[in-house]
């Protein structure tokens, strides 16, 4: 099993900035992809960004295109969420995930109906 830990939200004002931290730990730290979650309340959780085991491929979804930016530098199991221009709507609780085996962006959507291994979270509040 995977242990995920989730740090850095916090309350901010639109227009600024936030970076979201996610360390991984548990068997076989090794073949597996990141992505980000969030759920707003009363929403349905959806899909952020995906990041591959390497950090060579990145995926987003249209709502954050050009103002989030996953990253996975040098440590494997340990991933970022660098928001700017935060607007309101991104106000939610975000998660991270793995998914394990090949790179297919098709497979993000579904994690969150697949996956069985979530953190905590971590709040983000963005204030109009």
């Known amino acids: 099993q995977v242990q995920l830990v989730e740090s850095g939200g916090g309350l901010v004002q639109a227009g600024g900035s936030l970076r979201l931290s996610c360390e991984a730990s548990g068997r076989t730290l090794t073949n597996y992809n990141m992505g980000w979650f969030r759920q707003a309340p009363g929403k349905e959780r959806e899909f952020v960004a995906a990041?591959?085991?390497?950090?060579?491929?990145?995926y987003y979804a249209d709502s954050v295109k050009g103002r989030f930016t996953i990253s996975r530098p040098n440590a494997q199991n340990t991933m970022y969420l660098q928001m700017n221009r935060l607007k309101p709507e991104d106000t939610a609780v975000y998660y991270c995930?793995?998914?394990?085996?090949?790179?297919?962006?098709?497979?993000?959507?579904?994690?969150?109906?697949?996956?069985?291994?979530w953190g905590q979270g971590t709040q983000v509040t963005v204030s109009s």
């Open positions: 990041v591959s085991g390497i950090g060579a491929s990145t």
């Open positions: 995930n793995l998914r394990f085996g090949p790179w297919r962006t098709t497979d993000w959507v579904r994690q969150v109906q697949e996956s069985r291994a």
